[in-house]
């Protein structure tokens, strides 16, 4: 199992790049309080955005995405504090193609360390025709303006191509192309819709990493939705095809059902080497940061969500339970030390086994002999068969009602 990344930074084309234990870097562009806080009921105030924003700064995220300035005095001030308080990660404000939203963000951003606007317009034929009644041209004018003027305030610029999942390719290049030449540092490929396929998506990243003159004056992102429960899957395709961030919330929350995890995709570059990618986070904090995020949110986490769900280190059926007794690694791809959870459990319930009994057993104080442990496994079941799950302290329960002379 892996250790925490040391990292190596080397200079190429005058542009600094990180390696991680050489291993290409995937930046993490955390959007939890920007597209993550969209989610409706789920409203938070300055001090809780200023103690996640603290928390994902230490995670080790390279860019905080703290808000959408121009959509409220609240969010303003949030992002502006946000700015002020942040002392590694970059912190991003997000804009329409609008004169007005990139002089409000680019004043809510100014006391950053790091500062970055994210403008952007709808690409597709859908927002061009209906949203905008506009043309590809004119689409273009407006986004090469819209990064030129960011441009005036900050050195960083991200443009998004909204609805790139569903823009045609040779006309997402040409946009891309336009924004790169305009100064564009980061180029966001959003699938808004959820839309596509893991092989499309990562299709539309190679494409534009072979098609796009400049290309390597910017870097490539993934911002992908989960209206398949896809957005993980295409995240990956992405960066597998040359795209170098990843834009994600804590627990995967966002509008509908949700933005890409970004807990599953860091695992997911950390238990497959071969990927050659890896990330600046710091894995041991996932759980905290999730528990901390889902309970200021008031948003449970799933208990078979993948990493940070309950459910995601218990072991309740006797057959694995036996396994992952005699060796973790039998039903468990992941220590959960890496993650941040002290040890998987073995769940008592009707499907358990005697070894799962006697190792709960031993852990609260009784060392069961052969014959104990198949005495005290009669009398497990008839509890087990009436409770959803066996607690430590039915267990002394269990043992001292089973004749066996044993008390604790
Ligand atoms: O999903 C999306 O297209 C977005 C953009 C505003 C970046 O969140
Ligand atoms: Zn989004």
Redesign the pocket.
């Known amino acids: 199992f892996r250790l925490q990344p040391s990292f190596t930074t080397f200079v190429s084309h005058s542009k600094k790049q990180v390696e991680i234990m050489g291993k290409d870097k995937v930046e993490i562009f955390d959007?939890t309080l920007?597209?993550g806080e969209q989610v409706p009921g789920c409203k938070l105030d300055t001090e809780q955005k200023l103690i996640i924003a603290e928390r994902l700064d230490e995670l080790g995220v390279d860019v905080i995405e703290a808000g959408f300035p121009i959509s409220s005095p609240g969010d303003f001030k949030s992002v502006n504090e946000i700015a002020k308080l942040i002392k590694n990660a970059t912190v991003c404000g997000?804009t329409r193609a609008v004169k007005k939203d990139i002089e409000v963000a680019a004043e809510a951003i100014k006391d950053a360390k790091r500062p970055r606007i994210?403008t952007?317009i709808g690409t597709s034929e859908s927002h061009i025709k209906y949203k905008f009644n506009s043309t590809q041209d004119k689409i273009i004018e407006r986004a090469v303006d819209a990064v030129a003027y960011a441009k005036t305030f900050v050195e960083d610029v991200e443009f998004?191509a909204?609805?790139?999942g569903r823009t045609d390719n040779e006309f997402l290049a040409r946009i891309c192309e336009a924004v790169v030449k305009a100064g564009a540092t980061v180029l966001?490929i959003?699938?808004?819709?959820g839309y596509c396929l893991p092989e499309e998506y990562g299709a539309k990243m190679k494409y534009l990493k072979e098609n796009v003159k400049g290309i390597d004056r910017a870097i490539l992102s993934c911002?992908c939705?989960n209206d398949l429960g896809l957005a993980t899957a295409n995240s990956i395709a992405g960066v597998v095809n040359g795209a170098r961030q990843i834009?994600c919330t804590i627990n995967g929350i966002g509008?509908r059902a949700g933005?890409t995890s970004l807990e599953e995709v860091v695992m997911i570059m950390r238990q497959h080497p071969h990927l050659n990618l890896d990330t600046n986070i710091n894995s041991k904090l996932l759980w905290d940061t999730s528990t901390m995020v889902s309970q200021k949110m008031g948003m449970p986490v799933q208990p078979n969500k993948a990493i940070v769900g309950s459910n995601a280190f218990a072991h309740s059926s006797g057959i694995h339970q036996d396994g992952v007794i005699k060796r973790r690694e039998t039903y468990e791809i992941i220590d959960p030390k890496d993650v941040g959870v002290s040890e998987s459990s073995i769940v008592l319930t009707a499907r358990s086994g005697r070894a799962a009994l006697a190792y709960r057993a031993k852990n609260v104080g009784y060392e069961l002999t052969k014959l104990q442990l198949d005495t005290v496994y009669q009398n497990f079941l008839k509890y087990a068969d009436v409770k959803k799950e066996i607690l430590d302290e039915d267990i002394h329960e269990i043992v001292e009602t089973s004749n066996i002379g044993m008390k604790s």
């Not at 959003?190 to 819709?193: C, H, K, Q």
Request: charged content about 35%.
């Open positions: 959007t920007r597209d997000l994210h952007g998004y909204e609805d790139a966001n959003p699938d808004t819709t911002h939705h834009e509008e933005n």
